[in-house]
């Protein structure tokens, strides 16, 4: 009985035997470093690349294509929920959960965040309907443990993912977990993140997701034609896209709309699971893979900007990697060339943009809407990976650096939520919050208790507009940089540590330091109490 058309494709079963683990490993150690100016290391490199790790190796069998999908139906309750408090009420419909992810989306590149080239107008819609923090952290400032932090409300301090392509123990507790055991039904579609292919004890249905699609791997998850994408424990084949690039290292996918865009299978995923969940709680995590890395678009999305005749470098074909076979014919030849990097950036967001209005759509048009707080974020700062000049674009906006860096620029990063009749249009919130937050937020709307021993505290007051009864955090800890009220701290420089006043100098271009030794003895206390 499945009611997503793009599943029935019937692909053959593979015997590909994937030899992916050397891939993963070299993926995690180039891009695990975390080196920037801000380098000031209180964890040792060892212990990070340790606490990181690479890719865990573990392949799935292969599987035959899914050929249908066998989501239950389920009873029809339209009631609403009276939220009067902080948390929400056991009412007998209680709120869904759509959390969309951007990857590597900077600060400054929505229009509703002062972006001037970049089109985002749903975004934009979506920030006039709800409300906008502006004072939002990710995790850390690369993929994989800002992604951990998301999903179990811990810390740097504490989290077991501190390093790109690290997996979840076993003992770790999740959102979704969480959220199931609640009685949700939970899915994740796009990039995992973490390593957890099929069977693993990290991968997203050991951890509390029902059904899932999308990228198992985050070196896989740089590649927008992949050869195939995991459904559960079943592997969904894109023979379309195999050897779909020039000889001078283009996709002809974007000009000939040959292939499969992995973004549009995200959303049509999604939109699919929407309807099929319609009428029970519901926590979809949508972690799209726009704007990382590779820079490719369909030629719909690229047109507009290209017209604008903006100033171009053209990205040459990537040296590209060693290993990597199983994950197909692009891993071997690194990331696509561009000739036009910038139009194509920008394409990219508005085409994300555009879906998730079309999810927002959805919601309104199954009566959902306003029985759903949907928020969207991005899991660390913009990178020119790609291609793209981050400068043309200002991607970090007031901010300073980018991915990678611990200044405002890698950590702090766009959050809208949305939730018709209860929060308050054309808001803004200026409440530090941070992903660590997100777990304690979803068992507040859920009504369950929050697990004791994490570091998130809950933002619904904030949505809700009763600021009052807010708590605050006393500190943010990102290994390498700590923020308390509004100092921020990084190890370094000449006095051994760099302090910024982040009301007046939220670009951090002036070192306090020296001016006020006492609150530098007071912070620095911080790198060591968030590990405890
Ligand atoms: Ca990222
Ligand atoms: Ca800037």
Known sequence: MTRYPRFLKTHRPTTIVLAAGLFSALIALASSGVAGPDAGLPLSSAEFVAQGGAGSGVEGTPHPAATASDLPGGEVKKEHPTATSASVPNTSRRPNIVFILADDLGYGELGCYGQEKIKTPRLDRMAEEGMRFTCHYAGFTVCSPS???????????????????????????????????????????????????????????????????????????????????????????????????????????????????????????A???????????????????????????PRDSLEPYLKLGWPETPKLID??????????????????????????????????????????????????????????????????????????????????????????????????????????????????????????????????????NIDGISYLPELLGKSDAQKKHEYFYWIWAVRAGKWKLHPGGPNKFRLYDLEKDIAEKHDLSGEFPEVVERISKYFEKAKQ
């Open 271 to 297: 939109l699919g699971w929407i309807r099929e969940n319609k009428d029970r709680p519901f926590f979809l995590y949508l972690p799209y893979t726009i704007p990382h890395a590779e820079l490719t678009v």
């Open 319 to 452: 040296k590209g990697n060693n290993g990597g076979g199983g994950y197909g014919s692009q891993y071997k030849r690194g990331y696509c060339a561009q000739s036009h990097p910038n139009a194509t950036y920008a394409g990219m967001i508005t085409r994300m943009d555009r879906d998730i209005g079309r999810i927002l759509d959805l919601l309104d048009e199954l009566g959902l809407g306003e029985n759903t707080l949907v928020i969207f974020s991005s899991d660390n700062g913009p990178s020119p990976e790609g291609g793209q000049d981050v400068e043309f674009f200002d991607s970090n906006g007031p901010l300073s650096g980018g991915k990678r860096s611990m200044q405002e620029g890698g950590i702090r990063v766009p959050m809208i939520a949305r939730w018709p009749g209860k929060i308050e249009p054309g808001t803004v919130s200026d409440h530090p919050s941070a992903f660590w937050d997100f777990l304690p937020t979803a068992c507040d709307l859920a009504g369950i208790e929050t697990p004791g």
């Open 147 to 269: 992604r951990c932090a998301l999903m179990t409300g811990l810390h740097m301090g504490h989290a077991s993912v501190k390093g790109n392509g690290g997996a979840l123990k076993k003992e770790d507790v999740t959102v979704a977990m969480l959220l199931k055991e609640a009685g949700y039904k939970t899915c994740m579609i796009g990039k995992w993140g973490l390593v957890g292919r099929p069977g693993h004890p990290g991968s997203p249905n050991s951890k509390g997701f029902d059904h899932w699609f999308g990228y198992d791997n985050q070196g896989f998850a740089h590649f927008y034609y992949p050869e195939f994408l995991w459904r559960n424990d079943q592997k969904v084949l894109y023979p379309e896209n195999h050897n779909l690039r020039t000889d001078d290292g283009q996709y002809v996918a974007d000009v000939d709309k040959k292939g499969s865009y992995a973004h549009d299978e995200f959303t049509t995923e």
